[in-house]
């Protein structure tokens, strides 16, 4: 599976973005995805994950209540939705794509596709 991310951008302190991830292939169904990011300087952080039914979803603790993973298997296509963003939300955010299940989808090692990074930058 190929992975595109899109919907990142320059935005404020308190702004909403949607970030997307369009995948190739017809198996996208059957794959749990990820949402990391990685700040300049910092390890890559896990964000958001949702298993393939969609009906498990897990959020990094610096992200819970304001970030909202979500998919559309007939789109290939998942989602991450970022609201009240603070400057600290500033990274390069990738999808990821893999068979994991459950917890073990919090786990980059977990993934077997990355897309190339779409950019967030929130000013303060």
């Known amino acids: 599976v190929q992975l595109v991310e899109s919907g990142g951008g320059l935005v404020q302190a308190g702004d909403s973005l949607r970030l997307s991830c369009a995948a190739s292939?017809?198996?996208?169904?059957?794959?749990?995805m990820g949402w990391f990011r990685q700040a300049p300087g910092k390890e890559r952080e896990f964000v958001a994950s949702?298993?393939?039914?969609?009906?498990?979803?897990y959020y990094g603790d610096s992200v819970k209540g304001r970030l909202t993973i979500y998919r559309d298997n007939a789109k290939n296509t998942v989602y991450l939705v970022m609201n009240n963003l603070k400057p600290e939300d500033t990274a390069v955010y990738y999808c990821?794509?893999?068979?994991?299940?459950?917890?073990?989808?919090?786990?980059?090692?977990?993934?077997?596709?990355w897309g190339q990074g779409t950019q967030v930058t929130v000013s303060s």
């Open positions: 292939g017809r198996t996208f169904s059957t794959y749990s």
């Open positions: 949702i298993t393939w039914s969609g009906g498990i979803l």
């Open positions: 990821a794509a893999g068979r994991g299940t459950y917890g073990s989808t919090k786990y980059a090692s977990t993934y077997d596709a």
